[in-house]
């Protein structure tokens, strides 16, 4: 079956990405803020009148369009690794059914299909690249403008003399490191444009967990597409549903079975989340009923549903192995928006603030350290990793 660890992986490499140009322009910003900073008000208003944004914005623009042309080519290979993968598993069934097995180095027709679909999420990639912005004073405004916006905002307050100015900007700074790139979206989770905009009266999401989650979500349409059609081929019968480790509790007993197709359909329809939707991590196979042994015993399932339920106690609180995933999911988040801060204020000298960064980020990774440690769940310190970070002194 497919190997979703090394799948996830390959997607990981176009989140990091993305993580990584949203880190290079909220520094490119506060270096500018730093600069901004030591200047007298006359100063600062003088630079108002000059356009100083062309240069930083072309190094961005530049940026965008090499990380969209290297993603979408990595789109194509991960297309195309995730269909051989699910033809080899479906190469039993033609045998077992004596139905001619094409592979796909031969297979044109099958080629044109997943070049096709691929074409078509590397499209949607492209759309969520091209909107995207941040969120600023409650209004989400394009990656191209919020530089201007920042830096504009900072040779005001300096200008007008404010005694407040560094609170101001450390105000301004921390939003943008905490929310990150994002991209506005409609209720369909398509992006919806770049316009500036009343952030209340839309809805934005990270670009990186925009593009994590499309990628995902396309990437199991078109396993349960290829499935569905290597099934028709081979004549089948039956599903038989992939396994992961601590599973959602209403996926938990149906996952690594095998059924006949009817009862699939009828169980499926009944589900309020139906396999495969709504972030689950779960594929569907086709299989002839009988010629081949579920990937994993009914014994081996029951061990991973009882450990899940077993759980673990942190801080007082029980929690399933399902559960613990989610809390690493946002404690690896809140690490990664810390050194996010971090990185901004060392670009505009802020020892307090890179310091203030730095106690919680210690604070924080205590925290996920002890949640694997009681709970034998095993550490993504990837997630947790922000290039440009390093770690400063504190009092």
């Not at 072309?58 to 990595?74: F, G």
């Not at 200008?159 to 939003?175: F, I, N, P």
């Not at 559960?323 to 060392?346: C, H, M, N, P």
Request: net charge positive; aromatic share 8%.
């Amino acid at each position: 079956m497919i190997d979703e660890e090394i799948q996830e992986r390959l997607v990981d490499q176009l989140y990091d990405r993305i993580e990584d140009l949203n880190r290079d322009i909220l520094t490119e910003i506060g270096k500018q803020i730093k600069y901004v900073g030591t200047l007298t008000p006359t100063q600062a208003h003088k630079l108002a009148q000059i356009t100083l944004y062309g240069e930083n914005m072309n190094k961005v623009a530049r940026a965008l369009a090499r990380i969209t042309n290297m993603s979408v080519n990595d789109i194509y290979k991960i297309f195309k690794q995730t269909a051989i993968e699910n033809q080899e598993f479906a190469r039993q069934f033609y045998k077992a059914r004596n139905v001619p097995f094409v592979p796909y180095s031969q297979n044109e027709s099958l080629q044109r299909q997943v070049t096709a679909i691929a074409k078509l999420t590397a499209k949607r990639f492209r759309n969520i690249m091209n909107s995207t912005g941040y969120i600023l004073d409650d209004k989400f405004v394009p990656i191209g403008k919020v530089y201007q916006e920042v830096v504009d905002k900072a040779i005001l307050s300096v200008s007008q003399g404010k005694t407040t100015w560094q609170e101001e900007m450390r105000k301004s700074l921390r939003k943008l490191a905490d929310k990150g790139m994002r991209v506005r979206v409609g209720k369909n989770g398509e992006p919806t444009g770049t316009r500036i905009i009343d952030f209340k009266s839309g809805y934005t999401r990270r670009a990186d967990t925009q593009v994590r989650m499309n990628m995902l979500d396309a990437l199991k349409e078109m396993s349960n597409e290829l499935q569905e059609q290597f099934g028709e081929e081979f004549g089948a019968d039956g599903v038989e549903i992939s396994v992961h480790e601590h599973p959602a509790p209403d996926h938990a007993g149906i996952q690594g079975h095998q059924f006949s197709k009817e009862a699939f359909e009828k169980l499926n329809s009944e589900l309020k989340r139906p396999i495969s939707t709504l972030n689950c991590y779960h594929y569907i196979f086709s299989i002839v009923l009988g010629v081949s042994e579920p990937e994993y015993t009914q014994e081996q399932l029951d061990k991973i549903n009882a450990e899940n339920q077993q759980g673990f106690e942190l801080d007082g609180k029980h929690y399933t192995l399902y559960e613990g995933t989610q809390l690493q999911r946002r404690l690896e988040t809140q690490v990664r928006q810390q050194k996010d801060r971090q990185i901004l204020a060392r670009a505009m000298d802020d020892e307090e603030e890179a310091g203030n960064c730095q106690r919680k980020i210690a604070m924080i990774t205590q925290k996920y350290n002890r949640l694997c440690r009681v709970s034998g769940l095993k550490p993504n310190k990837a997630r947790m990793t922000v290039s440009g970070y390093r770690r400063v002194k504190v009092g």
